[in-house]
């Protein structure tokens, strides 16, 4: 028996504007898939890759030219032939993972090999603005053990921005995310500043499209590769560049791709993050899976929104946790 394909847009505001090198957020347009098989159902949430034109409106014209095809998908590894990477494939594979699992009584998180997940630390993310507004806000992320900040590139302000947020949180781990904000030649200056200021990641100092300056750049500070990095093929590309590999399901279409760029980034000797475009639980829950496998995570999408689904994820202690009822675990597993 085929599947029957369903979606809906929703538009979740955010509490607040969200600002990273040129691009302020408001709100979060998010496209939510249903898979059902007449008996069982899965879910997947995606809102695409605002910087590559995937956004919603892209990711349903995506899915309704497939839709055959997708209705008569038998597998998740069939799924990656049919979709290219990106945000329809997305949800429709994190679609498939929870119907997987409904159908077979197995938690998602143990079909991917996790015997028993585990609470983990996540960064909690700082937009860049003045930095005594960036140090209040450090300040009112009281539980957060990993703090990250958007930079600009504007390399005199970014560098105060960061120093006040150290003074303000000195206890705390430190990454910065400039998005493509720098050019190589301020790099030496960005890598020093943020070493005084114990920075632990700087991520995607220059843009995509120039990752070759960074060939033979020796950095102390472990440089992640995020929008110069989108699937499986790109993660070769970036040993000698880059240390760490951030995947984002929105990008690499699904738990499945990331999964597999996780353990080839493991073969290649990178670092593996876990990102999020900001998006519901219905997100963060199969990014959670991966972020057992991961040495950075960055999962604090939900908390920018006004509201998040019911049930979701739970902040506490500087982490983050996925109960099993927000997705992927088959109702007889509950009720046991």
Same mark, same amino acid.
């Given at each position: 028996m085929g599947l029957a394909l369903a979606y809906r847009i929703e538009t979740?505001?955010?509490?607040?504007p969200f600002r990273i090198s040129g691009y302020v957020f408001e709100a979060s347009e998010l496209v939510v898939v249903e898979l059902t098989d007449g008996q069982h159902r899965g879910r997947g949430e995606a809102?695409? *890759?605002?910087?590559?034109g995937d956004q919603a409106p892209q990711i349903v014209e995506a899915l309704e030219a497939n839709r055959s095809a997708i209705e008569a998908c038998e597998s998740r590894e069939e799924l990656r032939q049919i979709l290219p990477i990106g945000g329809a494939r997305n949800a429709v594979d994190c679609a498939l993972w929870e119907l997987e699992a409904n159908r077979s009584g197995i938690a998602a998180y143990r079909l991917a090999g996790i015997e028993v997940p585990?609470? &983990?630390?996540?960064?909690?993310?700082?937009g860049a603005d003045d930095p005594a507004k960036m140090a209040e806000g450090a300040r009112r992320y009281a539980d957060a053990r990993a703090i990250k900040l958007k930079l600009t590139g504007e390399l005199s302000l970014d560098i105060n921005r960061v120093a006040a947020v150290r003074d303000a949180r000195p206890d705390v781990w430190l990454g910065v995310d400039a998005n493509q904000g720098f050019g190589v030649g301020q790099l030496d200056a960005l890598?020093? @500043?943020?070493?005084?200021? $114990?920075?632990? /990641?700087?991520?995607?100092?220059?843009?995509?499209?120039?990752e070759a300056d960074l060939e033979g750049f020796e950095s102390p500070i472990p440089i992640a590769?995020?929008?110069?990095? /989108?699937?499986? @093929?790109? *993660?070769?590309? /970036? *040993?000698?560049?880059?240390?760490?590999?951030?995947?984002? !399901?929105?990008?690499?279409?699904? &738990?499945?791709?990331? !999964?597999?760029?996780?353990?080839?980034?493991? $073969? !290649?000797?990178?670092?593996?993050?876990?990102g999020n475009m900001v998006g519901t639980s219905l997100a963060m829950a199969p990014a959670f899976i991966l972020g057992q496998l991961c040495d950075y995570v960055d999962l604090d999408g939900p908390t920018f929104l006004k509201e998040d689904r019911v049930p979701g994820v739970h902040y506490s202690d500087g982490q983050i946790w996925c109960p099993d009822e927000v997705w992927g675990t088959p109702a007889a597993v509950l009720a046991a």
């Open positions: 979740h505001r955010l509490a607040a809102g695409g *890759v605002y910087y590559l585990r609470p &983990l630390i996540t960064t909690f993310t700082l890598v020093a @500043a943020m070493g005084e200021q $114990r920075v632990s /990641l700087i991520e995607q100092p220059i843009a995509r499209g120039r590769a995020d929008e110069s990095v /989108l699937g499986l @093929a790109d *993660v070769l590309g /970036l *040993v000698g560049r880059f240390q760490v590999v951030n995947i984002k !399901l929105d990008k690499c279409g699904g &738990l499945t791709e990331a !999964l597999l760029m996780a353990e080839e980034a493991r $073969r !290649l000797g990178l670092g593996v993050m876990v």
